[in-house]
Nanobody, 115 residues
Framework: QVHLVQSGGGLVQAGGSLTLSCKASGFIVRANALHWYRQAPGEQRELVAS???????NYADFVKGRFTISRDNAKNTVYLQMSSLKPEDTGVYFC?????????WGQGTQVTVSS
């Protein structure tokens, strides 16, 4: 079976840092693009960062310079390192990949940034 299992997240003060992990099973992360989305309360889900098969990264303007997406092929895991966090970064973060069998979502991880 194909799964994305997330870990990390939690409560942090503004200016702090957190790292989210997304461990894949049932497929190889380096063979697929993977994305991080987030959803704030009452808001639509929005794309935060992506990493392509060759390892190219892309970021939403609102996280550029603060967030870093990376991949550990040996651990079959993708990470989202978040620094200089702001209260507006609060939300549920999801890792996502598109496979031939369909889209696979992680279970979501709450990130709360206090002011």
């Amino acid at each position: 079976q194909v799964h994305l299992v997330q870990s990390g997240g939690g409560l942090v003060q503004a200016g702090g840092s957190l790292t989210l992990s997304c461990k894949a099973s049932g497929f190889i992360v380096r063979a697929n693009a993977l994305h991080w989305y987030r959803q704030a309360p009452g808001e639509q889900r929005e794309l935060v960062a992506s990493i392509s098969v060759p390892g190219r990264t892309n970021y939403a303007d609102f996280v550029k310079g603060r967030f870093t997406i990376s991949r550990d092929n040996a651990k079959n895991t993708v990470y989202l390192q978040m620094s200089s966090l702001k209260p507006e970064d609060t939300g549920v973060y999801f890792c996502v990949t598109e496979l031939s069998r369909g889209t696979v979502w992680g279970q979501g991880t709450q990130v709360t940034v206090s002011s």
